[in-house]
């Protein structure tokens, strides 16, 4: 859904005459940036997202409040259980994908980066660990961990039994802890890495940057078939550092770099000739950079000329 069907959302139920919404319009835009979030993470799509907030309004547009006892839980029930069916059509999507997929980047606000479990949650590093969970797994994981929903509720909204709910939560919090990064990473040895790239990327000096990259380091590219990128992973200092030189041979003078909150953490938005080519993003571990995202899949990128507003 792009801004126009945003705000069609957003004002859908205006009454004509005074110019104030309607109690089912505002709880809905009261809860809207919650509700993104919620389906952003289990989705790793913003485009996606808006599509099923769209699909959530609609529905949401036919209840009588005068049944629901809680609308915040009303509301991420109707947006969960659409976001389950989209998830498992963009399974089938990913099979075709060509190349490497990667989430949707988001130019966040500054809040977004100061909650540091929000942060964390959306960060590319989490919804790529994210991924290897089962749709339902991955519901459940968001609501509870994330967003601290009871286990009752969270039964309402994928249709499990508590118990059930329950033993699901545990099995994804393990498969999510023996994946996603061992340490906190501060704010400053992430700023260290980008500024590190960016030296890398403006002065074609790849000496500062091969220093800060992990022996095992991995980089992914996402160009989605449109735009060049490797078709697999690159493992390794060597090979990584061989790739960037590369494409930095590749663009030139041409490109500038501009540092920006991806995902909720420093990144990067890599510009040619003034237009977007792509967005970096890095995950780190002691210090190191293990994994490298760089997205240029021009229908990914169209969130990173606005901020996006995320809540828990």
């Not at 139920?13 to 979030?37: C, Q, S």
């Not at 500024?195 to 940057?209: C, M």
């Not at 590219?221 to 550092?241: I, M, N, Y």
Request: hydrophobic letters at 45%; charged letters at 25%; glycine letters at 8%.
């Amino acid at each position: 859904m792009n801004e126009c069907g945003e705000t069609a959302t957003a004002t859908a139920g205006m009454l004509a005459g005074g110019g104030r919404m309607d109690p089912a319009t505002e709880a809905f835009v009261a809860h809207r940036n919650l509700l993104f979030t919620v389906v952003y993470e289990m989705l790793g799509s913003a485009a996606d997202a808006e599509d099923v907030l769209q699909e959530t309004w609609l529905r949401w547009a036919g209840v009588a409040l005068d049944t629901v006892g809680d609308q915040r839980a009303y509301l991420v029930r109707i947006a969960t259980r659409q976001a389950l069916t989209r998830l498992r059509t963009l399974g089938r999507r990913k099979e075709s994908y060509v190349g490497p997929w990667l989430p949707e980047p988001l130019l966040t606000t500054p809040d977004v980066a100061e909650d540091v479990e929000l942060a964390d949650s959306v960060s590319m590093a989490m919804l790529l660990v994210l991924e290897t969970l089962a749709p339902t797994e991955r519901a459940v994981f968001v609501l509870r961990e994330v967003f601290d929903l009871g286990y009752d509720e969270i039964a309402d909204a994928v249709g499990k039994s508590p118990a059930a709910v329950r033993q699901i939560a545990h099995r994804a919090r393990s498969h999510v802890a023996a994946r996603r990064p061992r340490d906190v990473v501060s704010p400053a040895r992430t700023r260290d890495a980008i500024e590190a790239f960016q030296r890398a990327v403006e002065t074609g000096d790849l000496r500062s940057l091969l220093d800060i990259l992990a022996p095992d380091v991995v980089a992914l590219s996402d160009g989605g078939g449109v735009k060049r990128a490797v078709p697999r992973p690159v493992v390794g200092t060597g090979k990584v550092a061989r790739l960037l030189a590369a494409g930095l041979h590749k663009f030139g003078a041409e490109v500038s770099v501009e540092p920006v909150q991806v995902n909720g953490c420093p990144g990067l938005i890599m510009r040619i000739d003034g237009e977007i080519d792509g967005v970096v993003a890095m995950r780190i571990e002691d210090g190191l950079v293990t994994e490298l995202y760089f997205v240029r899949n021009p229908e990914k990128l169209s969130r990173v000329e606005r901020e996006t507003a995320l809540s828990r």
